[in-house]
């Protein structure tokens, strides 16, 4: 297994357990890399790990890796990476998490020309990964993809029964819809910010 993917192992092992800082002390390991390889090895973990039901619990991990190191923002690069996942994942949480630990604190003392030539650059990624995405967000037929119906549970009018094949299907659509209101919201954060 390749020192990456230890490391990996480990910063899973640590999030599984809700162990923060078990989590930070691996995180650490990962800077002895360059900071470009670190972002990227990071972010693919966020990536991998988020999901819209522990969205708050990934963004707490992204906010626990901006503290420790400025640089793995990547603010000024085309690659960077967490703000890629954040849009990717459609997580408001951790686009929130990036705008508020990352892009504000880098904007403080900059004129307004330079936030705005930020929040475009930014704009323009999320416009393109909505784009992409929205294209290829699989179609799922009532009949042909999903097994049966969604009935009601005549014990409890407040539950309904789905067929045990079909949920993997309604946890995938559930996500993607939940990315696209994400990735909504994101571009109309970014625009506000362009405007005012």
Same mark, same amino acid.
């Given at each position: 297994?390749?020192?990456?993917?230890?490391?990996?192992?480990?910063?899973?092992?640590?999030?599984?357990?809700? +162990? #923060?800082?078990?989590? !930070?002390?691996?995180?650490?390991?990962?800077?002895? *890399?360059? &900071?470009?390889?670190? $972002?990227?090895? /990071?972010?693919?973990?966020?990536?991998?790990?988020?999901?819209?039901?522990?969205?708050?619990?990934?963004?707490?991990?992204?906010?626990?890796?901006?503290?420790?190191?400025? +640089? #793995?923002?990547?603010? !000024?690069?085309?690659?960077?990476?967490?703000?890629? *996942?954040? &849009?990717?994942?459609? $997580?408001?949480? /951790?686009?929130?998490?990036?705008?508020?630990?990352?892009?504000?604190?880098?904007?403080?003392?900059?004129?307004?020309?330079?936030?705005?030539?930020?929040?475009?650059?930014?704009?323009?990624?999320?416009?393109?990964?909505?784009?992409?995405?929205?294209?290829?967000?699989?179609?799922?037929?009532?009949?042909?993809?999903?097994?049966?119906?969604?009935?009601?549970?005549?014990?409890?009018?407040?539950?309904?029964?789905?067929?045990?094949?079909?949920?993997?299907?309604?946890?995938?659509?559930?996500?993607?819809?939940?990315?696209?209101?994400?990735?909504?919201?994101?571009?109309?954060?970014?625009?506000?910010?362009?405007?005012?």
């Amino acid at each position: 297994m390749s020192a990456d993917k230890q490391i990996l192992s480990k910063l899973e092992k640590c999030a599984d357990g809700n +162990d #923060l800082q078990g989590f !930070n002390s691996y995180r650490r390991i990962t800077l002895v *890399t360059d &900071v470009a390889n670190a $972002s990227l090895l /990071l972010s693919a973990f966020l990536l991998n790990r988020h999901t819209t039901s522990n969205s708050n619990a990934t963004a707490k991990l992204l906010e626990i890796i901006l503290n420790s190191n400025d +640089d #793995l923002a990547m603010i !000024n690069f085309p690659d960077n990476c967490f703000f890629q *996942t954040a &849009v990717l994942k459609g $997580s408001i949480e /951790l686009y929130e998490c990036y705008m508020e630990e990352a892009i504000e604190s880098y904007l403080y003392d900059k004129s307004e020309d330079e936030a705005y030539t930020c929040y475009m650059n930014l704009n323009t990624i999320a416009e393109r990964y909505n784009d992409l995405i929205f294209d290829r967000i699989p179609k799922y037929i009532k009949g042909k993809d999903f097994k049966s119906a969604v009935s009601k549970y005549e014990k409890d009018p407040y539950l309904v029964l789905i067929d045990e094949e079909d949920v993997a299907i309604m946890e995938k659509v559930i996500e993607n819809y939940n990315g696209i209101l994400g990735r909504r919201d994101i571009l109309k954060d970014l625009e506000a910010r362009m405007v005012g």
